[in-house]
């Protein structure tokens, strides 16, 4: 039960992780608010990924505390399950599954874990792709589509799970520059709508444009965190405001 519907939807508290000697992620608090759009940036290496990978438990977290909608993130397990059906994940690798159509891709989840009739999760997978702009492409193979097109169709996979929150990992990476905008706009248009999003992207015009906040890390540490135009034209540290220098003349 939600005491209230201001508490935040995702809570991270003082999440520690190491791998080996190395410290990944360092003390992070961070919350993030039902329909809020939050964008990671920092250099490489910052931990970014790896804090993206942890709210839904891709990555196992050392010390602190993650919930999801009032909920710790249970260890494993069915309860586990049930709340990464709620969290859905676009990678950079669109991980589709190659052996099967588009329109299978986008059915699986729901069918197999949200147990809905195949002809309800057909429909709404048809309404998904249609949204992203691929649904002229359900009957083909993820093989036979661009890297934008099935990065599109990985954003409606997801969807497709109705999750509370969607956590995109460098969706846009792997792309070639033409592809980004699509997918990015598929994107926005997903902000516009009111999902809850974190994104760690090094897209600074999405982050500008889409983001209710801009959170900075380095070295595995959240550094600073600020609306877009206090970021961009403000930053308060000396690391984000040598990464924005660096970015930001190119």
Request: negative net charge; glycine residues 8%.
């Given at each position: 039960?939600?005491?209230?519907t201001?508490?935040?939807?995702?809570?991270?508290?003082?999440?520690?992780?190491?791998?080996?000697?190395?410290?990944?992620?360092?003390?992070?608090?961070?919350?993030?608010?039902?329909?809020?759009?939050?964008?990671?940036?920092?250099?490489?290496?910052?931990?970014?990924?790896?804090?993206?990978?942890?709210?839904?438990?891709?990555?196992?977290?050392?010390?602190?505390?993650?919930s999801?909608?009032?909920?710790?993130?249970?260890?494993?397990?069915?309860?586990?399950?049930?709340?990464r059906?709620?969290?859905?994940m676009?990678?950079q690798?669109?991980?589709?599954?190659?052996?099967?159509?588009?329109?299978?891709?986008?059915?699986?989840?729901?069918?197999?874990?949200?147990?809905?009739?195949?002809a309800?999760?057909?429909?709404?997978?048809?309404?998904?792709?249609?949204?992203?702009g691929?649904?002229?492409?359900?009957?083909?193979y993820p093989?036979?589509?661009?890297?934008?097109?099935?990065?599109?169709?990985?954003?409606?996979?997801?969807?497709?799970?109705?999750?509370?929150?969607?956590?995109?990992?460098?969706?846009?990476?792997?792309?070639?520059?033409?592809?980004?905008?699509?997918?990015?706009?598929?994107?926005?248009?997903?902000?516009?709508?009111g999902?809850?999003?974190?994104?760690?992207?090094?897209?600074?015009?999405?982050?500008?444009?889409?983001?209710?906040?801009?959170?900075?890390?380095?070295?595995?540490?959240?550094?600073?965190?600020?609306?877009?135009?206090?970021f961009?034209?403000?930053?308060?540290?000396?690391r984000?405001?040598?990464?924005?220098?660096?970015?930001?003349?190119?």
């Amino acid at each position: 039960m939600q005491e209230t519907t201001d508490a935040p939807l995702v809570r991270l508290s003082g999440v520690q992780k190491w791998y080996g000697e190395l410290h990944v992620l360092r003390d992070i608090d961070l919350s993030i608010a039902r329909g809020e759009v939050v964008v990671v940036i920092g250099p490489s290496g910052a931990g970014k990924s790896t804090l993206c990978r942890a709210i839904n438990r891709l990555e196992t977290i050392d010390e602190g505390e993650i919930s999801i909608d009032g909920q710790p993130l249970p260890q494993e397990g069915k309860a586990l399950a049930r709340l990464r059906a709620d969290v859905g994940m676009v990678f950079q690798s669109f991980n589709l599954f190659a052996h099967k159509t588009v329109l299978e891709n986008v059915t699986l989840g729901p069918t197999k874990v949200r147990k809905q009739s195949k002809a309800d999760a057909q429909a709404r997978a048809k309404e998904l792709l249609d949204r992203v702009g691929v649904g002229h492409q359900a009957a083909k193979y993820p093989a036979q589509l661009s890297g934008g097109q099935q990065q599109r169709v990985a954003i409606a996979r997801a969807l497709a799970m109705e999750p509370k929150v969607m956590l995109f990992d460098e969706p846009t990476s792997a792309l070639d520059p033409e592809m980004i905008k699509e997918v990015l706009d598929v994107m926005v248009d997903l902000a516009e709508r009111g999902m809850t999003m974190v994104v760690v992207t090094h897209e600074m015009g999405f982050a500008r444009t889409a983001a209710n906040r801009v959170v900075f890390m380095a070295d595995g540490a959240v550094v600073e965190e600020a609306d877009p135009e206090t970021f961009f034209t403000n930053p308060q540290s000396d690391r984000a405001k040598d990464f924005l220098g660096k970015i930001l003349k190119h």
